[in-house]
């Protein structure tokens, strides 16, 4: 099974040469050039996030990718991921079938229910209402993928009777995924509709996450369903050494986390704490051979077809810094993990 390769990213606000932290207008700019660079050295595919918080400047994925698709030629466009719950699906499908057409079919969406909660009071939903919305609105999707009138009936939007939904797509189905985070119910829910699996994994060892990537290819057997490649995504950052990388990435990272872990009960995060997770967790920190290698193992333990990498999640990195974290991914890193896993499938097979 060939190996696909993203980068991930929420448009969190980097800093300038000043070192001054930058508008959302300007990271968002910055979040363009940084996919620019990633078509022209390869990157296969760009994932941008949908928040609504100070720290990201992205609460549209599409239509940031909708200018990337403009300035780029190959590389697939996707959200990670779009708050289907708290939004309507209906205009969700028809937002990325317009990025499609300008990408001339690069388009990918992915759904989710929303790990944060800020775009449901923001756009008048209730948070009582959280499983149903997603329940509902995924299966309104999941019919407009088909791209043919649709009649539903539900209870968190407007009936539809024969509704046609423009613009359709040239190759006839948006690609779709789910992004979930370790509920097997959600895995469930992916195989029921054939859509593909994005595992999101952002602390822990990554082997944790392989029940759900046999639960998922077991439910698309029973629903009858085809059980595509799985994929996953985890937070990272490249410098030209181990070191560098720990120093760029850690303060960033440690502000954003305990700003979020304040809102959720956590305890401020501890420099060992963040060393154990580079070096045996779910953040892929360091030089292009460490991060490299790092990837392989986790490609291999959970075989998966897809790895992104959330390479912005440190905030407040230096915009240089990011852009060029995207450039060793790209030029460095991922040669030498398709190099390692082939080293490996070969000593298999011997």
Known sequence: MSIEFGIDSFGDLPRDERGTIMSHAAAIRATVD????ADQIGIDVVSLGEHHRPEYAISSPETVLAGIATRTSRIRLASSVTVLSSDDPVRVYQRFATVDALSH???????GRGSFTESFPLFGFDLKDYDILFEEKIDLFNRLLEEKPVSWKGTTRASLDGAEVF????SGRLTTWVGVGGSPQSVIRTAKYGF????????????????YVDLYRQASEQFGTTALPVGMHSPGFVADTDEQARELFYPGYREIRDRIGALRGWPRLRKDEFDAEVQSGSLYVGSPETVARKMAMAIETLDVGRFDLIYSAAGTVAAS???KAVELYGTKVLPRV???LAERKAAANR
Do not use: D, S, Y
Not at 167 to 170: A, D, I, L, R, S
């Open 105 to 111: 079919g690069r388009a990918e969406v992915i759904l």
């Open 34 to 37: 940084e996919a620019v660079l």
């Open 321 to 323: 810094a990011r852009l």
């Open 338 to 340: 398709k190099e390692i």
């Open 196 to 211: 593909g699996l994005m595992l999101a994994i952002i602390g822990g060892q990554p082997a944790r996450f392989a029940p």
């Open 167 to 170: 613009p359709k797509t040239e």
